[in-house]
């Protein structure tokens, strides 16, 4: 009897949650300005800032824009907008334990700057050198919620 309960109960449990995939951009710069108060923190940003200051360098992070989308484990095709004049096209190949296997394409304007393929996981974002941007740098950022 205890296996057949164990049994249903496992049959009625989703095989994989729908999860929901975030992009950013992100303006890093090492500008100090002090007198000024700090702009108020996303929880996103909080998340990211160590691993930013260790791969970018830069002392000061702002997040400009962010999108969230669902990911499925299907082939599905989504266009997130972190920010304009930036597009990014996230192509959903597979769903594997490790994570979901992408292929991404960054465009600024109608201009396709950058084509690869990636896999993200939670716990694990992916981090994309931008542009320079004024006195500092433009970071576009994915992570699964």
């Known amino acids: 009897m205890k296996r057949i309960v164990l049994s249903l109960l496992l049959c ?3 095989l994989h949650a ?13 500008e100090e300005k002090p007198g000024e ?12 800032s160590g691993k930013l ?3 970018f360098g830069y002392k000061q992070f702002r997040l400009v824009s962010q999108h ?3 990911m499925k484990s299907d082939k599905s095709k989504k266009w997130l907008l972190p920010g304009k004049p930036f597009s990014l096209s996230v ?3 597979t769903s594997t334990p490790a994570g979901y296997k992408l292929d991404l394409e960054l465009f600024q304007e109608k201009r396709l700057l950058v084509k690869t393929g990636a896999t993200v996981k939670r716990g694990s974002p992916i981090l ?17 919620e």
């Open 68 to 70: 969230r989308a669902p």
């Open 12 to 14: 009625s449990l989703p």
């Open 128 to 144: 994309i050198k931008g542009p320079q941007c004024a006195q500092g740098q433009l970071i576009i950022a994915l992570a699964v």
């Open 37 to 48: 108060k700090p702009a108020p923190v996303a929880v996103e940003m909080g998340r990211l």
């Open 53 to 55: 200051k260790r791969v």
């Open 91 to 93: 192509h959903s190949d």
């Open 18 to 30: 729908e999860e929901i995939i975030w992009s950013g951009l992100i303006y890093a710069t090492n």
